[in-house]
């Protein structure tokens, strides 16, 4: 089982939506018989195996085992993730595109940075599962809390100088062999939930 899927096939996002079936699949983090799952979730075996049938022909459930059971043969199925992300690529229609404008202090164009960024990652772990290795990133996540707008101002001001200078110390265009990869930071006011 992935730790988190990208679902980036249109079809298999629209099925995943679904309620009861977004409820099998948070269920399903344990593997079960359609019957046992039927009996947690309070519907009708058969329902529950039309909606397993549908997950499982777009990737979403995987068969862990079968077993026979009398005349039966019992099917042990469970989540292919623990959770899964939907890619901008499943909208590729209308997700948001980062070069039609870029702009520092825009929040949409945030949000298109960080939608690439799904569809990319989540492109690279497809080839990587596929290949049976590992994607090398790195991910940064801290919070600071500016005294006064001056002061994220002067701060991103000296973030972009540093970051600047460090991209300018560590890029090599004549790099035999070498691989780009993409360097996103960005700062925002934090949500608080409570």
Do not use: C
Not at 78 to 93: H, K, N, T, V
């Amino acid at each position: 089982m992935l730790d988190v899927a990208v679902i980036a096939d249109p079809a298999a996002a629209e099925v995943s939506l679904d309620p009861v079936r977004a409820r099998l699949l948070a269920e399903l983090a344990e593997p079960l018989s359609a019957t046992m799952l039927a009996a947690r979730v309070g519907l009708p075996r058969q329902k529950v195996n039309y909606h397993l049938r549908t997950l499982e022909k777009h990737g979403l459930v995987e068969l862990v085992e079968e077993r026979r059971k009398g005349n039966a043969t019992e099917r042990v199925l469970r989540a292919s993730a623990a959770s899964y992300l939907i890619s901008p690529a499943a909208l590729a229609a209308v997700a948001p595109d980062p070069r039609s404008a870029p702009d520092r202090l825009s929040a949409r164009w945030l949000l298109a940075l960080a939608a690439r960024t799904v569809r990319e990652v989540g492109d690279l772990l497809t080839g990587a599962a596929k290949a049976r290795k590992r994607v090398a990133t790195f991910a940064l996540d801290a919070t600071v809390r500016f005294g006064t707008a001056a002061d994220r101002a002067a701060f991103t001001e000296e973030l972009t100088g540093a970051v600047t200078a460090l991209v300018a110390r560590y890029h090599d265009e004549t790099a035999a062999g070498g691989r780009e990869h993409r360097l996103i930071l960005a700062v925002h006011p934090s949500v608080t939930t409570e």
